[in-house]
């Protein structure tokens, strides 16, 4: 099982609590049990939720912007309850400046950097079609971007817009001017890691305007997965690994309720066909014709027996009907129109009848 945390979320004290923010933001927290980031961030924030104060320590690249706008709204919702203050330490840059605006208050360290650029998406082999609505999309990702940006900087929004355009690096005085941070103060810069791979993430690795200090770390660095055993991940996050636990329990048991259901409706289904084919054997047939529409109605278009019925009598009323006009043509020309019929009524009626007989006949049908 891998573990892929970029963060981690503990009480310091009664009343304070701390996140840390380090690394790439990635979609994926532990993608065995399709849990997101944000998910489990948010779950996770349940640990503090008695605190008064919580400091974020922020030292990221950035990374999944959808997963990042999740984890903003929360962190915004939060901070109408307690105080937050995020500090800057190593980096904030691309998505991750968002987590950094986030809070009440907003503390850069010296030498260290926020960043903010365009979005970024990858794609593989794409028609214009699919092109067109990449760059739609990206920007309306830009738009809402400057959008939050605008909330807290003092810049204007076209400026934003142009800083953007020209993936710009602040110092930490610079981010003060422009109303990104509230306050400067000294921090060791941390070591920073960073790799950064997905969809419309905000990218910093293959950025053209890095600072040489952030390239040379970064071309050290490489951002590998941790592997966990599932004694040492129950050891570490016992209460999310119950919790799962949990979940896919019941995820076993509704699926094994929705098996059976299916089996029951499966085996039900398959005794009324077989009822339905042993019906249509039982029909006696004296043509081809007739064991045509019985073996159309078995494979090709299934139809109730009791439709097959009704067919082959018309099929044999017709055929009755051609051979009593035969007939009856017959003994026109042998002159035999006086003889007087054994059922009474009028000649229409008589043929009529006829047609039944014999069509009831060759159904072995009584009349």
């Known amino acids: 099982m891998s573990k892929n945390l970029f963060f981690s979320i503990k009480n310091l004290s009664d009343d304070e609590g701390e996140i840390r923010i380090s690394g790439e933001i990635t979609r994926w927290a532990w993608e065995e049990f399709g849990q997101t980031s944000s998910l489990i961030f948010i779950k996770q924030l349940e640990k503090i939720k008695n605190a008064r104060k919580v400091s974020i320590k922020i030292n990221s690249p950035g990374g999944d912007i959808s997963e990042t706008l999740a984890i903003y709204h929360e962190l915004k919702r939060l901070s109408q309850t307690k105080e937050i203050t995020a500090y800057i330490d190593g980096m904030a840059c691309s998505a991750a400046t968002l987590i950094a605006i986030a809070a009440k208050k907003t503390v850069m360290g010296k030498g260290c950097y926020f960043m903010i650029h365009n979005p970024m998406i990858y794609m593989g082999y794409s028609n214009t079609g699919e092109m067109q609505e990449a760059i739609e999309h990206l920007n309306k990702t830009k738009e809402n971007m400057i959008d939050l940006y605008e909330e807290k900087s003092s810049l204007s929004r076209e400026d934003i817009a142009k800083k953007m355009d020209e993936e710009t690096y602040f110092t930490a005085q610079e981010a003060l001017e422009a109303g990104f941070i509230d306050e400067i103060a000294s921090y060791d810069t941390n070591t920073v890691t960073s790799n950064i791979v997905n969809v419309c993430s905000m990218n910093l690795k293959n950025s053209k305007k890095i600072p040489k200090e952030l390239s040379e770390i970064l071309n050290k660095k490489e951002n590998k997965e941790e ?49 339905r084919i042993q019906s249509l054997d039982g029909i006696k047939t004296y043509s081809q014709a007739a064991k045509d529409i019985i073996n159309k109605a078995k494979f090709e278009e299934p139809r109730d027996y009791k439709d097959i019925i009704v067919d082959l009598y018309n099929m044999n009323s ?10 009856e043509g017959e003994k026109t020309a042998a002159g035999f129109n006086n003889i007087s019929s054994a059922i009474e009524g009028s000649a229409k009626e008589q043929m009529i009848s006829n047609i039944v007989e014999v069509a009831l006949k060759e159904l072995k049908i009584n009349k």
């Open 318 to 327: 017709e055929q009755a009907g051609k051979e009593i006009e035969m007939i």
């Open 227 to 275: 592997k966990m055993t599932l004694t040492e991940l129950r050891a570490q996050y016992p209460e999310l690994l119950n919790q799962f636990e949990g979940e896919i329990l019941n995820s076993v048991t509704s699926t094994d309720t929705v098996k059976n259901t299916i089996n029951k409706a499966v085996q039900a289904a398959i005794t009324e066909e077989r009822k």
